[in-house]
């Protein structure tokens, strides 16, 4: 009977049992490599099938192997093992031991035969990219090899796919898409199976971007620069290859190129905006920054002035702090108090202009304005205020009645600032200009009002007092005259001058 009819009509008499009891000493292996296939349970009779092609029939006595399989195939009878030699591709697949006695069972494993790897080879669509512009595609090749595995490295680093990192045809190609500046950097691709891997010699992306993170530093860093200052100012970014960098003041182009500008001897008319462009022509992008410059001329003198009339008491009075150069503040003080608005105190927004209104007594005293820039500051010398008041009411003294023919001082004093002038009027008539009137000899017709008229000539101002002089005739001769009786003791006596 035909060896594979037998087959047939025992395998309908056989159910294979659940597990494997079938293991190879080595799976998978590389073509043209030899394999043995090992049996933990003894067959005394059965078949070894690869594919439902027979390779060996097992009887007792008596083993059976086809003349296709005769030059590679050996089987030990005491092991029940299969020995295959120089395996091609096609012996890959599924090899089942059957087995009809001492126990019915089916054991069955799955060999692999497979091609090692040999050069592995890695290209890219392009290697000079622009970040955000560009997708950088990577094709891993292989010569010989079969069930490839793949596995890309960065570096030393093993990449995943991920939302811009993709991989298709098996693993072999990977796309990065929007290629950025992280991605600049040595690639391979590491191929392997189960009998063999390779790398393959790495492919440098290199990423052109920028200018981005631009930043403009001024040396020396200041608010404000003094006239006569030097200053550079300097422009970088993260740009590759490096950006170039033209300048421009208030919008004028400055015709210089480079990454530092430096201004010397500045004056005023430097002061501005200042910006530099950066161009990477690589990737066709452009960016800029820019910042104020501010340079001022520093305070040369400070000066406090009065304006309009003097400081006379109760009436208005205002002091100028005169500045030349540039000042952004001033402050008041006197006799070296700082000064605030008050309610008698105004100082106008500027602060330039002082305002007592009114001028009360408690404002004498020593004025300065400090002028300050942020480039420099100043104080004035002290502007002395005297407060001008008065003639307050004269005050006199006199006496009130005299004796005819005598001599008699009249003084007259009153409190003012200068000091006033004093006039003496009898009967509205000038007496003298001085505070101290001598009349006399006296005569009858000198009685009267005398007047004190004090003015003071800076305010402008009068103030009188009046004093009333009566005099008297002196007693020439006296003579005693009884009236009534003549005087008694304890009795009243009177007499008559």
Known sequence: MDVRVVLLILATTITATG??????????????????????????????????????????????????????????????????????????????????????????????????????????????LVEFNDTAVLTCSVLNGTSLSYVWMKGSS?????????????????????????????????????????????????????????????????????????????CSAESKPPAGVQWMFNGVNLNHFGQELQLEMVAENKS?????????????????????????????????????????????????????????????????????ADNTTVIDMTNRTLLLKPVQLSDNGDYRCEASSPVSNMTSHPYTVEVNYGPMTPVIAAPSMALTGQMVTLNCSSDSHPPSHISWYFNGSLQATTSELVIGPLTFNMSGQYTCMAHNNITGKNSSADTMLTLLAPVTMASIKIVGAQPIMNHTFHSEL
């Open 19 to 128: 597990s494997q009891q079938i293991s190879a000493s080595r799976n998978p292996l590389p073509v043209g490599s030899n394999v043995t296939l090992f049996s933990q349970d003894h067959v005394k009779t059965g078949t070894w099938i690869s594919d439902n092609t027979l390779i060996v029939f097992i009887a007792p006595g008596n083993v059976n192997i086809p003349d296709s399989w005769k030059d590679r195939a050996t089987f030990n009878s005491t092991t029940s093992s299969l020995t295959i030699t120089s395996v091609t591709l096609e012996d890959s697949g599924e090899y089942t031991l059957q087995a009809f006695s001492p126990n019915n069972f089916i054991h069955q494993l799955t060999l692999s035969v497979q091609v090692p790897i040999s050069n592995v080879s890695l290209t890219a669509s392009a290697t000079d």
């Open 158 to 234: 093993e990449m995943a796919a991920g939302a811009r990192v993709q991989l298709s045809n098996g693993g072999a190609t990977l796309t990065i898409v929007g290629v950025t500046r992280y991605d600049e950097g040595s690639y391979r691709c590491n191929v392997s199976n189960g009998v063999s891997d390779a790398i393959s010699p790495p492919v440098h992306l290199n990423i052109y971007y920028g200018p981005s993170n631009t930043t403009m530093t001024v040396t020396p860093m200041r608010s404000a620069y003094i006239t006569g200052s030097n200053i550079t100012l300097s």
């Open 272 to 340: 501005g905006n200042y910006q530099c462009i950066l161009h990477n022509t690589v990737t066709s992008r452009f960016t800029s920054e820019s910042g104020m410059i501010r340079i001022l001329t520093p305070i040369a003198a400070v000066v406090v002035n009065p304006t309009g009339g003097p400081p006379i008491l109760h009436e208005q009075y205002m002091l100028h702090c005169e500045v030349t150069g540039y000042v952004e503040n001033i402050q008041w003080s006197r006799n070296g108090q700082p000064m605030t």
